[in-house]
């Protein structure tokens, strides 16, 4: 396979000829990708590199996912203002572990290797730490551009995030990584790598990039820790809605990320359209593809509801106060949240909008209830 074929989606492909003379060796190369445990969803824009390796992977070269359990207890703020919170150590075994299962729906599990960062960083000794933050300036660290903005807006930046670049760049040292994998925003860090791989006397490892795909706020990357994803194991009637709900804006960057093609020369309603089908079909097949649709269509376009409709047994009391069943049934976040559903119009009993927050017991039996667009339940005798 040719190296332009390796790099055919890349943005960054760095040093020049690298990639050559890595792949003069001989050997297959370890390919280093890291994984962010704080959720378990594999999203398009991940699977998108995902995508990218496979071609590696078919040339006989090893992928090794890294879990950053041990770094996601810092969280890397690449491009963010602020830090993430820490989650439990089980949880984030847990997230890596489905996250894994989701990935092999895209490599070969067989050429693929998975490490947790916290089976070395967590040995390393107070002479050791000190040794690799002898490795990099503290000038060199605010480089980065999230660090200069913030450094010069005198904005709080702790000492363990300036460890985050250090720590990552140690991965690549612990596993002699030949090439590291990442999004455009990892740049700096993956360069860092190679910087401290060299002081550690190792070959450093030469850097790729692919683009990033924008998230449905239209704003920023998508991204777990952002909420403004679309995971690949979402249902199929979700995923199409979240789809339609993206900008015309990205229309064309959506086609080439996500299905490989351009953007059809057609009014944006019928891309749109395309696209959500596209990617509905990419993973959960043809048929799924149509069904997504066709439900669109009734529930959103129609103002419908559904062909199956989930049913609840209605709980005791008479009245019922309203934002708690949309909480209990539903899956709103809060009655606070129901609150602000009932007063924008958003809730409605079989088509018409509710806006008392206690109902007869009554009107709910037999009745579907539905909130926002998407999310219906209809009620029987408890």
């Not at 990639?19 to 824009?45: F, N, Q, Y």
């Not at 903005?149 to 140690?170: G, N, V």
Request: glycine share 8%.
């Amino acid at each position: 396979m040719a190296i332009a074929e390796l790099t055919r989606n890349a943005v960054d492909v760095l040093p020049e000829g690298a990639l050559e003379a890595k792949l003069k060796l001989g050997r297959p190369l370890r390919i280093k990708l890291g994984i962010d445990p704080t959720s378990p969803d594999l999203h398009l824009g991940f699977a998108y590199a995902l995508e990218n390796l496979r071609a590696f992977q078919e040339e006989g070269h090893e992928i090794v996912l890294i879990v950053g359990d041990y770094t996601a207890r810092i969280g890397d703020p690449s491009g963010r203002s602020a830090e993430r919170p820490v989650l439990p150590g089980e949880v984030l075994d847990a997230n890596a572990k489905e996250f894994e299962q989701q990935a092999y729906r895209i490599i070969d599990p067989e050429r693929t290797t998975v490490r947790f960062n916290g089976e070395w960083l967590g040995r390393l000794t107070y002479e050791e730490v000190v040794r690799l933050c002898r490795t990099m300036t503290v000038a060199r660290l605010l480089e980065r551009d999230d660090f200069a903005k913030r450094f010069a807006a005198h904005a709080p930046i702790s000492l363990s995030e300036l460890l985050y670049p250090l720590m990552q760049a140690y991965d690549s040292v612990a596993i002699e990584a030949d090439i590291e994998v990442g999004g455009t925003d990892q740049l700096y860090n993956l360069l860092a790598g190679r910087d401290v791989m060299a002081q550690y006397g190792q070959e450093p490892q030469m850097v790729i990039t692919f683009p990033l795909l924008i998230g449905l706020d239209g704003e920023e990357k998508m991204s777990k820790s952002r909420g403004n994803y679309i995971a690949v194991q979402d249902p199929p009637e979700e995923m199409f809605g979240k789809v339609m709900s993206i900008s015309d804006a990205l229309l064309e960057q959506w086609w080439d990320i996500c299905l490989g093609k351009p953007a059809p020369e057609s009014d944006p309603m019928s891309s749109k359209l395309a696209l959500a089908r596209g990617v509905v079909e990419k993973w959960h097949g043809p048929e799924a593809g149509a069904a997504a649709e066709a439900h669109f269509t009734r529930v959103v376009r129609e103002h419908q509801a559904p062909d199956e409709v989930p049913e609840a047994a209605l709980p005791e009391g008479d009245p019922l106060h309203l934002p708690a069943l949309l909480v209990g049934a539903l899956g709103v976040g809060s009655t606070s949240e129901a609150r602000r559903l009932i007063a924008q119009g958003g809730v409605k009993l079989d088509g018409e909008a509710v806006t008392d927050l206690d109902v007869r017991r009554a009107r709910l039996e037999g009745a579907t209830l539905q909130a926002g667009k998407r999310r219906f339940v209809r009620f029987h005798a408890g």
